[in-house]
């Protein structure tokens, strides 16, 4: 029925913090600003379409929260990402990247609302 994801929606109550995050911290672009309730973000590689809708209220960590997975295409292991968001104060589920295959590792971080992105990278 459904061959591709279109973009992704994340809920956040302040988008411009929440912009300066997925930006900053991420790396995605902004290919749209719509003022202060309506972002659209990109990967580098345009691959990755997000929108933020400020002005709402994610669910409350623990309960029904939303979990993201984004798969990084990049030469940089999981090791090295994990310790580099964390050095730039980006708050982690884990205490470390865990194994699931040969080759890839995966670990989720919180964003400003509290909103899960579970990452997955290479060994």
Do not use: W
């Amino acid at each position: 029925m459904f061959d591709s994801i279109s973009s992704l929606a994340v809920h956040v109550t302040d988008k411009e913090r929440a912009q300066r995050f997925y930006v900053e911290k991420l790396g995605f672009e902004v290919e749209y600003d719509l003022g202060p309730e309506l972002s659209f973000l990109k990967s580098k590689n345009g691959q990755i379409h997000i929108y933020l809708e400020g002005g709402k209220q994610p669910p409350a960590a623990g309960g029904d929260c939303c979990r993201l997975g984004f798969y990084l295409r990049t030469a940089e292991p999981a090791k090295g990402l994990f310790e580099r968001l964390r050095g730039a104060g980006v708050r982690m589920v884990e205490d470390a990247p865990e194994q699931v295959d040969d080759d890839t590792a995966c670990f989720g971080l919180y964003d400003p609302d509290g909103n899960i992105v579970e990452v997955s990278a290479p060994l």
